[in-house]
């Protein structure tokens, strides 16, 4: 079937604009999570849902960060007025529960100029 | 929090070699996970190991839970297995938490 799947797969973003990144995951899991990439490093975790719910938010860096998932599927990271250390891949995961395999989109990749 | 470490961060063979990756845990787990990354960035999954031994293909993988431990085996590599590959665990109801990774160069 259809994996995770992630929009644009690429975004260039002058300093001070809104992004938004979409994330589809597979159909019929429960949880969601979002995770920044930075060059040369591990993906590090920005926020967690299950199914509509937001159950931690710990990572978001900060307050011009904010995820939503209204209806339990699709799911958008906003990042409002970009900074250059947004520059990143933001990946998008899925699994059926949080405890078992979670699966990754393709990524987005953020570069703030 | 957990820390994850990964051995080693990078590692030369020329192809038909045969390498073993080492991931450290610090606390129990209940998910443990390999993946490789491709030069396109995609995450691809090798592994869901929170214990024992899976094989597949030239891959296999083993946990060892009471010790922290996990190792990855890949065997006759190939210079499609270059990469970067990730070791990231997690405990109930939280965020897989990544370690460095261990880039892989593979060559003809």
């Known amino acids: 079937g259809a994996g995770v799947s992630q929009s644009p797969r690429y975004k260039v973003a002058k300093r001070g604009q809104d992004v938004a990144l979409r994330c589809d995951p597979i159909?019929?899991?429960?949880?969601l999570f979002w995770y920044q990439q930075a060059l040369g490093q591990g993906p590090e975790f920005l926020t967690y849902?299950?199914?509509?719910?937001?159950?931690?938010k710990s990572g978001l860096p900060s307050d011009r960060f904010f995820a939503e998932r209204p209806e339990g599927s699709v799911s958008t990271l906003k990042i409002q007025r970009t900074q250059q250390e947004d520059s990143a891949v933001y990946l998008c995961?899925?699994?059926?529960?949080?405890?078992?395999?979670?699966?990754f989109g393709p990524g987005t990749r953020l570069t703030v100029t | 929090g957990i820390q994850v470490e990964q051995s080693p961060p990078d590692l030369i063979l020329q192809e038909g070699a045969n390498s073993t990756l080492r991931c450290n845990f610090s606390?129990?787990?209940?998910?443990l996970q390999w993946f490789h990354q491709n030069p396109w960035g995609q995450l691809i999954n090798l592994f869901y190991?929170?214990?024992g031994t899976k094989q597949n293909g030239r891959l296999s993988a083993t946990t060892v839970a009471t010790e922290r431990y996990s190792l990855l085996y890949i065997s006759s590599s190939q210079t499609t297995d270059s990469g970067v590959y990730f070791c990231?665990?997690?405990?109930?109801?939280?965020?897989?938490?990544f370690g460095k990774g261990t880039t892989l160069s593979v060559s003809s």
């Open positions: 190991i929170p214990s």
């Open positions: 849902f299950q199914n509509e719910a937001q159950l931690d």
């Open positions: 159909s019929g899991h429960v949880s």
């Open positions: 606390d129990s787990v209940n998910n």
């Open positions: 995961a899925s699994s059926l529960v949080s405890t078992i395999e979670q699966y």
């Open positions: 990231a665990v997690n405990q109930a109801g939280t965020a897989l938490i």
